[in-house]
């Protein structure tokens, strides 16, 4: 019952992205995201966690929590902006797509065989709702910001499904994931720096217009 209860909220975080506009209160979501999938590894299992799903989950916790956001609010200083300027897809529609991504994550969890080693119903649909809506926002947002938040959220999906099934999985693989979505994200941000600094500006968009000279 927990774990569904904290999937319910994993998903409201995401239609919540899909149809925030500002860049500070998207961050801030994606921030309570992570520390919402970081506590799945601890709730998922039947049995209770070990101590691998408590090192899991602290690790996770800390760095989707706070040093990404951390480096994601310091790339917006940088940038001096606040909001999404004339995404590809505008935040209703983008609210309506993520719906309509929700109906075929739960359809496409119907036609999966049923998951041993928790009792969670929510978690294979939340996952591949998280994984659509990471796609959605990387093709549908100029800043590139934006679509560093989107591919986060793909993460979290990925993270999400492979910390709920931790008896088929090991510690070191899903460290591995953290540790490539932190040095990922590293560069990302000094990526944003440059471009800002170089450009004046984040839209990705505009990156298609450079020319050699």
Same mark, same amino acid.
């Given at each position: 019952?927990? %774990? +569904?209860?904290?999937?319910?909220?994993?998903? =409201?975080?995401?239609?919540?992205?899909?149809?925030?506009?500002?860049?500070?209160?998207?961050?801030?979501?994606?921030?309570?995201?992570?520390?919402?999938?970081?506590?799945? @590894?601890?709730?998922?299992?039947?049995?209770? @966690?070990?101590?691998?799903?408590? *090192?899991?989950?602290?690790?996770?916790? /800390?760095?989707?929590?706070?040093?990404?956001?951390?480096?994601?609010?310091?790339?917006?200083?940088? $940038?001096?902006?606040?909001?999404?300027?004339?995404?590809? *897809?505008?935040?209703?529609?983008?609210?309506?797509?993520?719906? $309509?991504?929700?109906? *075929?994550?739960?359809?496409?969890? +119907?036609? =999966?065989? *049923?998951?041993?080693?928790? !009792?969670?119903?929510?978690? /294979?649909?939340?996952?591949?709702? %998280? &994984? =659509?809506?990471?796609?959605?926002?990387?093709?549908?947002?100029?800043?590139?910001? !934006?679509?560093?938040?989107?591919?986060?959220?793909?993460?979290?999906?990925?993270?999400?499904?492979?910390?709920?099934? %931790? @008896?088929?999985?090991?510690?070191?693989?899903?460290?591995?994931?953290?540790?490539?979505?932190?040095?990922?994200?590293?560069? %990302?941000? &000094? $990526?944003?720096?440059?471009?800002?600094?170089?450009?004046?500006?984040? +839209? /990705?968009?505009?990156? !298609?217009?450079?020319? +050699?000279?």
């Amino acid at each position: 019952m927990k %774990m +569904d209860f904290l999937l319910v909220l994993v998903i =409201l975080t995401n239609l919540r992205l899909l149809a925030a506009g500002r860049l500070g209160a998207s961050i801030r979501v994606v921030a309570l995201q992570g520390v919402l999938v970081g506590l799945v @590894p601890v709730l998922a299992p039947e049995h209770g @966690p070990g101590w691998r799903a408590c *090192v899991l989950a602290a690790g996770s916790v /800390a760095l989707k929590g706070w040093v990404i956001p951390w480096l994601l609010f310091r790339a917006l200083r940088e $940038a001096e902006i606040s909001r999404e300027v004339e995404p590809y *897809v505008g935040h209703v529609t983008s609210l309506l797509a993520g719906l $309509a991504a929700l109906g *075929v994550a739960f359809w496409l969890n +119907d036609r =999966l065989p *049923v998951l041993e080693g928790t !009792s969670a119903t929510l978690l /294979a649909p939340t996952a591949l709702f %998280m &994984i =659509l809506s990471g796609l959605l926002l990387l093709v549908s947002r100029r800043l590139a910001v !934006s679509q560093v938040l989107g591919f986060i959220v793909l993460e979290n999906g990925v993270f999400t499904f492979g910390a709920g099934v %931790m @008896p088929e999985t090991s510690l070191l693989v899903e460290a591995g994931v953290l540790l490539d979505v932190f040095a990922a994200v590293f560069v %990302m941000g &000094i $990526a944003l720096f440059h471009i800002s600094r170089e450009f004046n500006h984040l +839209d /990705a968009g505009r990156l !298609s217009e450079l020319k +050699d000279v």
